[in-house]
């Protein structure tokens, strides 16, 4: 036979030298059980998994799947985990949208100054994570006489604002009517209710991004670790689709503060700012002040030409 | 070395190789590739939703204490008052007015409680005004100069107020003053276009709280103060590294 | 069917028994691959803990270095399609056997996809909400949907194609027509689809200027096209070297004096056709004219029956014993095949007229029947013995020079492309002055003060432009110079299309802020281990497929 050293001849009768075919055996063994071991050492900081979701949770179908006792059933284990994380018992409710209401956020740039109280008061109104930072609104100053986002100044820490020479933009998620997200999610983990919200089901989402690139306009926040929030800071009014506490791997973004708007009260962002700035309503009614905006000032909105028709309308006074 | 021994040699490196693996995954467990967490906490100020200042018609209407609000107090009835105005013709703010106009804003609007707000007082122990906030009390428009006190105040009763046509008007009626020269403004301000409207939009089942004109703009300096920004959002920083 | 089916099993359990054996070069390189995807999975295990925060990805650039080799391995998975067109399209010969090999590597490269898309997902647990029926699945609206589909399907389908060929030359039948050809057929479409889709995926969202444009797709089958074929050059290579052995280590050849010959008896004739059942159909005027012009030879081992590059006009087929079928390409020695009783060899020459591609020589004493080609002819009248022989005449494992440099030819012409359309790019990128240049400008030249991406892309332009001068060059035509242009298409294909399709997508971000990536050593552990992992697959695929295309493992072997 000619010798080929690279493959085995497995015509070759066994070796007749006992002692061979041992050694190879126990040199075998030895590789496979280092290995072995090796491969289950290498799993070794999975000790320290310790947040690992119920299997309740892993279980759980699609928000719009559920039947009126499964939700009872995730609103109480929702309760249970959050009494378990940070020691106050939450009121957290499935609230739906109410009929005939679609709602749409003005925005009135001759007013805002900038004073970035709404990014914060949506931090500590929507359970957002402090560390890792997630904050759903991004106040951009931009130079006077441009639109190029390019110029824009997202960490500005002026002594006083507003600055003379420059106006401030404050954007978070436009909860377009022809959402990106919403098209591109493979789960159908995020879709858009009939009051214009575009929800997002924590319990659905797998965490692939996809939405987070589709975004034109930065609006959706990834969790890239679990979410710190000092125990006394947490807001324990809560809804399904809103801010009740999230985990790592899944989206979250502003949802216009659901739980508030969708019990007839205005957003965080809305009640804090001091100019007035920020108008909201229900534009199907034609006296809500959204609907006079839209009537009466000179609005705009974002990227156009994106074709994403987004229900966050910026305008001026005049 | 022969093949066999070749192969024994390569077993025997794999198993050191394995084994010298397991030992470091075992001891390197805790080691979590370098994570940067940013510690930051939401002072209680971000959420504060007050005016920054309060308003004669809102202190009637929450049933606050208006006495420090009596002209006659100071004034005599039949004894005029005088305003002094600079050489350049604009108004010499009074000192007392300005403690008076000051000690009505809202210092927790925008101070965080955790914050040392020295407040100074004189030896009457009336507030003094800080440095920060010396508005020029009665800077009310930049090109006409609207600084007469009796453009607006009624010289022959100072706790009523009187707009240009004549017509008298109380001190919780100050919206219509405003509105008897900014049209355009109060007419957005009725539909809630302009400034602050809080509380339900769904007035079916809430009241929706519509703040008048001076809870924001002092009407001796309506240009609304500069306020201090809030931090802006953590630079993402590189991590790992 | 249940026998059909133990039959596959037991050849998958034998092929098990075959991939754990090996000497000791296979054993290092397997060990070695194996620690290795250790370390990444080590590495994952803490982002499985932490989360993606190990990595230094952020909500600017919500993508990285997964998602940057996700893409280009699907690119060199499509080209495995790059083998299969000459082939079944163009019927080109020489690449015939070295499908399997494109197959393979895209089995491989599937996985590491998989893989890829598991270690970036947020919930990985969470991967069943993916599945049709069970999950909820948003097709056809999402293209990761699409691509969910497509990339599964081209891996059932690969693996069909492969495991049933390796199959059929295992138990040494001909495979049926109709059970791979379509699936194959079906694989070229599927091939370019996989592509078009994970190019869709970008080109879908109108919010990122730098991928909302027609040219991706083009360039993705441009680039993946030369990337592929490239690799599988550089395999080629490695499988030849690896089955090889030194020209000189072939045993002296044995004294031409020790043969014998004689016509063929009638027993011969039986002997031929007890393991070639075909032979029996054969006419009675060409059975008499095979017993009056054939030869019979009994021969001892190292008999050299026919040598490579000579001329001769007989074929072969053995009665007895082995003989083995070797080639040699630049100075390395290869065998083949090596055949059994009922199998031929030298008819492609005979039939031809062209030199014999190969040396064959007796592996075991052996009798072996010599049939001149007018009577090959004859008998191959009879259309199932036809069959049969021509079916056979593909069985070897010929990596010879000229397929290899049919492959360059396919490397040349994809990147001369992939060139052209890089310069449709650049150009409507940079001429108009648009806003929408901004990411290009940070990719190419960088943009307020940030850089990091310009030397990558830089070296990646140079590492093109270099292999597709050589490419263009006859110096390429030797295998030193081919593999150099190989190595650099594949590095700088991969830099442009991984990490410079990727991260200036997301820079400046939406909002016109830039934020840089660089990966941390978490991610970088965890993309080395599934590198690792694929090339162990790849490998053990390998270890497998070549010795039962060499004819060495088969059933009664």
């Not at chain 3, 609206?141 to 389908?157: A, E, F, K, M, Q």
Request: aromatic letters at 10%; hydrophobic letters at 40%.
């Amino acid at each position: 036979m000619p010798a080929n050293s690279s493959l085995p001849n497995l015509a070759a009768p066994a070796p007749a030298d006992g002692g061979t075919s041992r050694r190879s055996f126990l040199r075998t063994s030895a590789a496979v059980a280092s290995g072995l071991a090796a491969m289950a050492a290498s799993l070794a900081p999975l000790r320290e998994l310790s947040d690992f979701g119920s299997v309740e949770e892993f279980l759980q179908k699609h928000y719009k799947e559920l039947t009126p006792v499964e939700m009872e059933q995730a609103l109480a284990r929702i309760r249970r985990e959050v009494e378990k994380q940070y020691g106050l018992r939450p009121h957290v409710r499935d609230l739906r949208p109410m009929d005939g209401v679609e709602f749409v956020y003005c925005l009135n740039l001759t007013r805002c100054i900038g004073c970035r109280k709404c990014v914060h008061a949506c931090v500590a109104e929507n359970n957002q994570s402090r560390s890792p930072e997630i904050q759903y609104i991004r106040v951009l100053k931009m130079p006077n006489g441009t639109f190029d986002m390019e110029k824009g100044d997202h960490h500005y820490a002026t002594p006083t604002v507003p600055e003379k020479g420059f106006f401030y933009m404050p954007v978070q998620c436009h909860q377009c009517k022809s959402p990106p997200c919403v098209k591109v999610c493979p789960v159908d983990a995020t879709w858009q209710e009939s009051d214009g919200i575009t929800v997002i089901d924590y319990d659905w989402c797998i965490g692939c991004r996809y939405c987070e690139a589709a975004c034109p306009y930065f609006a959706r926040r990834f969790n890239f670790a679990e979410p710190k929030i000092p125990k006394e800071q947490i807001n324990a009014d809560m809804a399904y689709l809103g801010n009740r506490p999230r985990h790592k791997g899944v989206m979250e973004k502003c949802h216009f503060c659901i739980q508030r708007t969708r019990a007839g009260k205005y957003p965080a962002c809305l009640e804090v700012c001091p100019t007035g700035a920020r108008k909201f309503g229900n534009i199907l009614d034609p006296a809500s002040e959204v609907s006079q905006i839209l009537r009466n000032k000179r609005v705009f909105v974002l990227k156009e030409e994106v074709g994403t028709l987004p229900r966050f309308y910026y305008y001026f006074d005049v | 070395m022969n093949d066999n021994q070749k192969t024994s040699a390569v077993m025997a490196a794999l198993t050191a190789l394995f084994a010298g693996t397991a030992v470091a995954f075992w001891t390197n467990a805790g080691s979590s590739g370098g994570l940067a967490h940013q510690s930051f906490t939401t002072s209680r100020v971000f959420t504060n939703t007050a005016t920054v200042r309060l308003s004669v018609a809102e202190l009637t209407k929450s049933g606050g204490d208006v006495s420090g609000l009596d002209c006659y107090a100071c004034h005599s009835k039949d004894k005029p008052v005088a305003p002094k105005f600079d050489a350049a013709g604009r108004l010499i703010p009074s000192v007392a007015h300005r403690d008076v106009v000051f000690s009505r804003m809202n210092c927790a609007a925008c101070h965080a409680p955790e914050e040392k707000v020295e407040l100074k007082f004189d030896t009457e122990g009336k507030i003094l005004t800080p440095a920060a906030h010396t508005n020029d009390v009665a800077q009310h428009g930049r090109t006409i100069g609207n600084d007469h006190c009796f453009n607006c105040h009624d010289p022959t009763n100072l706790t009523e107020l009187h707009t240009p046509g004549g017509k008298k008007l109380k001190l919780t009626e100050s919206t219509l003053l405003c509105a008897s020269c900014h049209g355009p403004s109060y007419r957005d301000w009725q539909e809630g276009v302009h400034g602050r409207h809080n509380g339900f939009w769904n007035t079916k089942l809430g009241a929706t709280d519509r703040k008048d004109c001076t809870s924001c703009h002092d009407p001796h300096a309506p240009v609304l103060p500069r306020l201090k920004p809030l931090p802006p959002p953590f630079r993402t920083v590189l991590k790992g590294h | 069917m249940t026998r059909s089916l133990k039959n596959f099993l037991s050849f998958l359990a034998r092929c098990g028994q075959l991939a754990c054996d090996g000497d000791w070069r296979y054993y290092a390189w397997t060990g070695g691959l194996f620690a290795l995807c250790l370390v990444g999975l080590n590495a994952y295990a803490k982002q499985f803990v932490h989360g993606l925060i190990t990595t230094d990805m952020t909500d600017q650039v919500s993508w990285g270095v997964y998602i940057a080799n996700f893409t280009f391995l699907v690119g060199v998975a499509a080209a495995a399609v790059m083998l299969v067109i000459p082939v079944y399209v163009y019927k080109n010969e020489e690449l015939h056997d070295l499908v399997i090999f494109g197959e393979l590597l895209a089995i491989a490269a599937i996985l590491m996809c998989l893989a890829f898309v598991m270690v970036d997902l947020g919930r990985p647990d969470r991967f069943w909400h993916m599945i049709p029926g069970v999950g909820k699945f948003n097709f056809p609206g999402s293209l990761l949907s699409w691509d969910v589909i497509v990339l599964n399907g081209y891996l059932v389908l690969n693996l069909y194609v492969c495991a049933y060929l390796l199959w059929c030359r295992y138990e040494k039948q001909p495979p049926r027509k109709w059970l791979y050809l379509p699936v194959i057929l079906v694989g070229i479409v599927w091939a370019v689809s996989i592509h078009t889709v994970t190019a869709f995926l970008y080109v879908g969202l109108g919010g990122r200027p730098f991928w909302n444009s027609a040219i991706i797709g083009p360039r993705f089958l441009a680039s993946a096209f030369t990337a592929g074929p490239a690799l599988i050059i550089l395999a080629l290579q490695v499988v030849r070297r690896v089955t090889a052995r030194a020209a000189d280590e072939l045993p002296a050849q044995s004294d031409p004096a020790a043969q014998s010959t004689h016509p063929p008896a009638a027993e011969d004739l039986a002997l031929l056709g007890k393991f070639l059942p075909e032979f029996h159909s054969v006419s009675d005027a060409a059975r008499q004219h095979l017993l009056a012009s054939g030869t019979v030879f009994e021969v001892p081992a190292a008999h050299v029956f026919l040598r490579q590059g000579a001329r001769g006009e007989g074929a072969y087929f053995v009665l007895q014993g082995r003989v083995a079928v070797n080639r040699e390409d630049s100075g390395r020695l290869r065998t083949v095949r090596t055949l059994g009783p009922g199998e031929q060899f030298g008819e492609i020459s005979a039939l031809a007229g062209t030199p014999r591609t190969a040396t064959a020589v007796a592996e075991s004493p052996s009798r072996v029947l010599r049939v001149p080609v007018e009577t090959l002819r004859q008998l191959m009248q009879a259309p199932a013995l036809a069959r049969v022989i021509r079916a056979r005449m593909h069985d070897r494992l010929m990596i010879s020079d000229r397929a290899l440099l049919t492959l360059r030819h396919i490397v040349q012409v994809s990147m001369i492309i992939n060139v052209f359309l890089l310069l449709n790019e650049v150009f409507k990128e940079f001429y108009t002055g648009n806003l929408h240049v901004a990411a290009s400008q940070y990719l190419y030249f960088g943009l307020h003060g940030h850089h990091a991406l310009v030397p990558w892309i830089w070296s990646a332009i140079a590492c093109n432009l270099t292999a597709l001068t050589l490419l263009l060059l006859p110096i390429s035509t030797s295998l030193k110079w081919l593999d150099v242009a190989c190595v650099l298409a594949i590095v700088g294909i991969w830099i442009e299309k991984g990490m410079g399709l990727v991260i200036p997508g997301f820079v400046p971000s939406p909002l016109g802020e830039i934020v840089e990536y660089s990966p941390t050593l978490n991610e970088t552990l965890i993309c080395f281990g599934i590198w690792a992992f694929g090339l162990l697959v790849y490998t053990v695929l390998l270890r497998v497929a070549v010795p039962i295309l060499q004819g060495r493992f088969t059933r009664t072997t």
